[in-house]
C-alpha cells in the first residue's frame, strides 16, 4: 500500500472562481467545459441559475425533494462526481511515484492525471457556483504491487467512472452541469478505452451500449481506497 | 425555396440554437449545394424538414443520421487487415445497433426515422481510413455532448449518453491505432448541429 497523499499538490484552490475570473487560461477551460461557442453566454446564465441553494441534505435523497431542491440535488451529484475524480487524481499520482512505470506508459498516466486533476478543478468550481461546499479531498491508498496489477485496476477504475458518470446524466437538473458531466463522462470513456486497449481488453465491453452505474454500486467499490 | 414550399412550415419558425430551424437547414443545404449542385440536396432538405416532430424527434434523427454515415464509412471501408480490419468490423457493428436503437426510439417518441442519406467517403489507404475514422468519431463525440443537454425525455437523454460513451471508446481506440493519443484534452467539445452538419456535408451525396 502506498499512501498516495505526500507532497500531493492542493488540486483545487480555494478561490477557484476568483482564478477563473483572472486567468484567461483556466477560464478558457471552463467555457469550453460548458459548451464551447458561445459558452460565454452559457456562462452567465450559468452564474444566474446558480443564485438559489437549498441545503436540504436529508431530502436529496429522494426523487420528489430533489426535483424541489435542483440547487441540492445537483450539488450532491456534483460532489460525488468530485470525490471520484479526487480519488482518480490521487491514484495516478500515486502511481506516477511509484516508479513501476517508465516511458510511454508513464506518459499516459501523467496525462490521464493531469487530466483528472483538471476535472477536480472544474467539479470543484461547479459546486461553488450552485451555491454548495465542495466535499473535501479523501485520504485515500491503492495497492501499487506491480505494474500489471496497476493497470488493470487504473482500467476498473475508468470504467467505472465512465458508468458513474452515465449513471448521474438523467439526475441532473441545471443543464450547464449536465453539459460539464458529459463533457468529462466521454473523458472518462476515453481512459476507459485506452487502458483496456493496453491490457488487451475490448475497448468496448459494454457492446454497442454502456451500462450506467448507480451511487449505491459505484461506492461500495471506491471505498477500498478510502482510508477511514 | 419559400416557406409555403416546406412540407411543414410552421417548423421554419422553431429555434434551434439561436437560429431558426430553416436557416438551420436551409445554410447548410446551399454549401451543400455549391458542392453536389442543388437536385442532390433538395431531397435531403425536405426530408429533413419532413422527419421533424421537433425537439427530441428532431435531435434523435440527427444522431440516427450520423450513426447512419458511421456504419456506412464503417461497413464500405476496403483494403485493411489486422487489428484496424478487426476494429473496423467491431465498431460499424455497433454502429448499426446504434442506428437501430435510434430508429425504434424515434418511432416510440411518435416521430418518422430519417431515411438513411447516401455517402460518398474518399478511398485511401488504412492511415487514410484512420484519419477520416478519427475525424469521424471526435465529430460524433461532440455532436451527442452539444446536443443532449436540448434532450426533454429522461430516456432518451440516458439513451443518447450510453451511446456517445461508445462513441468516446471508437474515439480513443481509433485514435491509438492511428499514433494519436486517445484522450487529447481534459474536457472534450460540444458542437451545435450546424457544426456537425458542416463537417459531415462532404460525405453526404442526396
Same mark, same amino acid.
Given at each position: 500500500?502506498?499512501?498516495?497523499? =505526500?507532497?500531493?499538490p492542493?488540486?483545487? %484552490?480555494?478561490?477557484?472562481?476568483?482564478?477563473?475570473?483572472?486567468?484567461?487560461?483556466?477560464?478558457?477551460? /471552463?467555457?469550453?467545459?460548458?459548451?464551447?461557442?458561445?459558452?460565454?453566454?452559457?456562462?452567465?446564465?450559468?452564474?444566474?441559475?446558480?443564485?438559489?441553494?437549498? =441545503?436540504?441534505?436529508?431530502?436529496?435523497?429522494?426523487?420528489?425533494?430533489?426535483?424541489?431542491?435542483?440547487?441540492?440535488?445537483?450539488?450532491?451529484?456534483?460532489?460525488?462526481?468530485?470525490?471520484?475524480?479526487?480519488?482518480?487524481?490521487?491514484?495516478?499520482?500515486?502511481?506516477?511515484?511509484?516508479?513501476?512505470?517508465?516511458?510511454?506508459?508513464?506518459?499516459?498516466?501523467?496525462?490521464?492525471?493531469?487530466?483528472?486533476?483538471?476535472?477536480?478543478?472544474?467539479?470543484?468550481?461547479?459546486?461553488?457556483?450552485l451555491?454548495?461546499?465542495p466535499? %473535501?479531498?479523501?485520504?485515500?491508498?491503492?495497492?501499487?504491487?506491480?505494474?500489471?496489477?496497476?493497470?488493470?485496476?487504473?482500467?476498473?477504475?475508468?470504467?467505472?467512472?465512465?458508468?458513474?458518470?452515465?449513471?448521474?446524466?438523467?439526475?441532473?437538473?441545471?443543464?450547464?452541469?449536465?453539459?460539464?458531466?458529459?463533457?468529462?463522462?466521454?473523458?472518462?470513456?476515453?481512459?476507459?478505452?485506452?487502458?483496456?486497449?493496453?491490457?488487451?481488453?475490448?475497448?468496448?465491453?459494454?457492446?454497442?451500449?454502456?451500462?450506467?452505474?448507480?451511487?449505491?454500486?459505484?461506492?461500495?467499490?471506491?471505498?477500498?481506497?478510502?482510508?477511514? | 425555396?419559400?416557406?409555403?414550399?416546406?412540407?411543414?412550415? =410552421?417548423?421554419?419558425?422553431?429555434?434551434?440554437?439561436?437560429?431558426?430551424?430553416?436557416?438551420?437547414?436551409?445554410?447548410?443545404?446551399?454549401?451543400?449545394?455549391?458542392?453536389?449542385?442543388?437536385?442532390?440536396?433538395?431531397?435531403?432538405?425536405?426530408?429533413?424538414?419532413?422527419?421533424?416532430?421537433?425537439?427530441?424527434?428532431?435531435?434523435?434523427?440527427f444522431?440516427? %443520421?450520423?450513426?447512419?454515415?458511421?456504419?456506412?464509412?464503417?461497413?464500405?471501408?476496403t483494403?485493411?487487415?489486422?487489428?484496424?480490419?478487426?476494429?473496423?468490423?467491431?465498431?460499424?457493428?455497433?454502429?448499426?445497433?446504434?442506428?437501430?436503437?435510434?430508429?425504434?426510439?424515434?418511432?416510440?417518441?411518435g416521430?418518422?426515422?430519417?431515411?438513411?442519406?447516401?455517402?460518398? /467517403?474518399?478511398?485511401?489507404?488504412?492511415?487514410? /481510413?484512420?484519419?477520416?475514422?478519427?475525424?469521424?468519431?471526435?465529430t460524433?463525440?461532440?455532436?451527442?455532448?452539444?446536443?443532449?443537454?436540448?434532450?426533454?425525455?429522461? =430516456?432518451?437523454?440516458?439513451?443518447?449518453?450510453?451511446i456517445?460513451?461508445?462513441?468516446?471508446?471508437?474515439?480513443?481506440?481509433i485514435?491509438?491505432?492511428?499514433?494519436?493519443?486517445?484522450?487529447?484534452?481534459? /474536457?472534450?467539445?460540444?458542437?451545435?448541429?450546424?457544426?456537425?452538419?458542416?463537417?459531415?456535408?462532404?460525405?453526404?451525396?442526396?
Amino acid at each position: 500500500m502506498v499512501d498516495s497523499q =505526500e507532497g500531493r499538490p492542493g488540486p483545487s %484552490t480555494p478561490g477557484a472562481m476568483e482564478e477563473l475570473a483572472r486567468d484567461p487560461s483556466s477560464r478558457k477551460r /471552463f467555457f469550453k467545459l460548458m459548451g464551447g461557442a458561445g459558452a460565454a453566454g452559457a456562462f452567465s446564465i450559468f452564474l444566474a441559475a446558480c443564485g438559489d441553494d437549498d =441545503e436540504d441534505k436529508g431530502a436529496a435523497t429522494t426523487g420528489t425533494a430533489q426535483k424541489k431542491q435542483s440547487g441540492g440535488g445537483d450539488v450532491e451529484i456534483v460532489n460525488y462526481a468530485l470525490t471520484l475524480e479526487y480519488v482518480e487524481a490521487d491514484f495516478y499520482m500515486a502511481v506516477g511515484a511509484s516508479g513501476l512505470f517508465k516511458g510511454k506508459d508513464l506518459e499516459l498516466i501523467k496525462t490521464i492525471g493531469d487530466h483528472e486533476r483538471q476535472h477536480v478543478d472544474a467539479l470543484t468550481a461547479a459546486v461553488e457556483k450552485l451555491g454548495g461546499t465542495p466535499a %473535501t479531498k479523501p485520504e485515500t491508498k491503492f495497492p501499487l504491487d506491480s505494474a500489471s496489477s496497476v493497470l488493470d485496476l487504473a482500467a476498473t477504475v475508468e470504467n467505472l467512472g465512465a458508468a458513474a458518470y452515465l449513471g448521474q446524466a438523467g439526475r441532473i437538473q441545471n443543464k450547464e452541469v449536465l453539459a460539464a458531466a458529459l463533457s468529462i463522462h466521454t473523458v472518462e470513456a476515453r481512459h476507459a478505452a485506452i487502458l483496456n486497449t493496453l491490457i488487451k481488453k475490448s475497448p468496448t465491453p459494454d457492446g454497442a451500449f454502456a451500462k450506467p452505474a448507480s451511487m449505491d454500486e459505484v461506492l461500495p467499490k471506491v471505498k477500498p481506497f478510502l482510508v477511514s | 425555396m419559400s416557406k409555403s414550399n416546406l412540407a411543414a412550415p =410552421e417548423l421554419a419558425a422553431v429555434e434551434i440554437q439561436g437560429t431558426t430551424r430553416s436557416t438551420f437547414i436551409l445554410r447548410g443545404a446551399v454549401a451543400a449545394g455549391a458542392v453536389y449542385g442543388a437536385g442532390a440536396v433538395t431531397p435531403f432538405v425536405t426530408q429533413a424538414l419532413a422527419q421533424s416532430g421537433g425537439g427530441d424527434v428532431e435531435i434523435v434523427n440527427f444522431a440516427l %443520421t450520423l450513426e447512419y454515415l458511421e456504419t456506412d464509412f464503417y461497413r464500405t471501408a476496403t483494403g485493411l487487415d489486422g487489428d484496424v480490419a478487426k476494429l473496423a468490423k467491431e465498431f460499424g457493428d455497433q454502429e448499426a445497433e446504434h442506428v437501430d436503437a435510434l430508429s425504434a426510439a424515434v418511432k416510440k417518441l411518435g416521430g418518422t426515422p430519417a431515411k438513411k442519406p447516401t455517402f460518398a /467517403f474518399p478511398k485511401g489507404n488504412v492511415k487514410a /481510413f484512420l484519419k477520416l475514422a478519427q475525424t469521424l468519431e471526435d465529430t460524433g463525440v461532440s455532436a451527442y455532448n452539444g446536443a443532449a443537454p436540448a434532450i426533454q425525455s429522461t =430516456e432518451i437523454l440516458a439513451a443518447a449518453g450510453s451511446i456517445v460513451q461508445i462513441e468516446a471508446r471508437h474515439a480513443a481506440a481509433i485514435r491509438n491505432a492511428n499514433g494519436a493519443p486517445g484522450a487529447p484534452e481534459a /474536457f472534450d467539445k460540444a458542437l451545435q448541429m450546424q457544426q456537425v452538419l458542416d463537417a459531415v456535408k462532404p460525405f453526404i451525396k442526396a
